[in-house]
């Protein structure tokens, strides 16, 4: 049970003594009591997503709600102990609100966790994308690609793909490797990819800036939630990264 800050007990989530709407930085305080790893760049972030909506002043301050700070403390509870993606809370927490009874999902990585398009995800469901924690083989990769062994040594070559000490390849190399492929259908060739590649380093960096605190924190629930935090910052990355060139593109065309 999450204590107000002036003392007094209340339900996870109690906005303040009595129940009036409190600043972004008193449910900072009191969601650290269940949460220490958030921050106010998280609850913004949370707004941002329309996990919560809270008041504004006229001056432009946030102010939230007893059932505000009740739901950010479910939405952290979701992601922490179910490791569930924000769309997925959120379509559940508003069939909650409608009335409905949801089941939540069961604990463990969600089919979108990783916002992969519908045809990946069944590709993966039957077989003809190995699991994550699998690995390939040369050939395997080879045949899943419809490439040639010289393609596959020129995409080495610029670091597209790379083989473990052991020479099989993740199981996310299949997908880099059918995508590189279709991309040298339209004349693309390695040299040119390399500015996706660094892009992508780069943002790997960013995620990483984000989750390693998480995953030197003591508590093991709070570091299983930086594997969960990783993924759905992946997702969002790439649909920023599709957005911006979609972007570019239009107005290249004007």
Known sequence: MLQTPSGGAGSSGTAGAEGRP????TVLTVLREEFPEVTISKIRFLEAEGLVEPQRTPSGYRKFSPADVERLA?????QRDHYLPLKVIREHLDALERGERVPLPSPGQPRDALDLPEDAVEAVEAGDVPAPSSRVGRAELLTAAGATEAELVEWESYGL???????????????????????????????????????ADREAGLVEQVVAPLRRHRNPQTRAHAEATARELAGLSVRLHAALVQSALQQRGQ
């Open 22 to 25: 409190v600043s972004i930085g």
């Open 74 to 78: 479910q939405v952290l509870r979701m």
């Open 161 to 199: 793909v790379a083989p473990h000490s052991d020479g099989a390849f993740a199981a996310d190399s299949v997908a880099v490797a059918r995508l590189v492929a279709d991309l040298g259908r339209f004349g693309l060739e390695p040299r040119h990819l390399r500015a996706m590649k660094a892009a």
